[in-house]
Nanobody, 125 residues
Framework: QVQLVESGGGWVQAGGSLRLSCAASGRTFSGYVVGWFRQAPEKERELVSA????????YYSASVKGRFTVSRDNAKNTVYLQMNSLEPEDTGVYYCAVRWPPTMGSTSPSLFGSWGQGTQVTVSS
């Protein structure tokens, strides 16, 4: 089973950037969709981006499209989320998780597993 560890969160002013990392151990990401979820206080966890490891197909929610970029590094077995033009509404705990089979278009958190511990992102206005 794959174990995931997120890093790269922090505090940033609106308009700033952060890059989150999701590193896998135990096995590779091969064969999975890797999703980035965000959970703001008192809100449900939502999928903001995903990438299918095999062909780099990507998904972005409407709220982050054009500002966030998801990518992968095969050699490091790591998925990144580059977040630019951050807004206070981007504040929350960001988690990565995997889905198998690797079907894109599934946004429900219940379809993903092997959740990491999360990394806090705080964007001040």
């Amino acid at each position: 089973q794959v174990q995931l560890v997120e890093s790269g969160g922090g505090w940033v002013q609106a308009g700033g950037s952060l890059r989150l990392s999701c590193a896998a151990s135990g096995r590779t990401f091969s064969g999975y969709v890797v999703g980035w979820f965000r959970q703001a206080p008192e809100k449900e966890r939502e999928l903001v981006s995903a990438i299918r490891w095999s062909d780099r197909s990507t998904y972005y929610s409407a709220s982050v499209k054009g500002r966030f970029t998801v990518s992968r590094d095969n050699a490091k077995n790591t998925v990144y989320l580059q977040m630019n033009s951050l807004e206070p509404e981007d504040t929350g705990v960001y988690y990565c998780a995997v889905r198998w089979p690797p079907t894109m278009g599934s946004t429900s958190p219940s379809l993903f597993g092997s959740w990491g511990q999360g990394t806090q992102v705080t964007v001040s206005s």
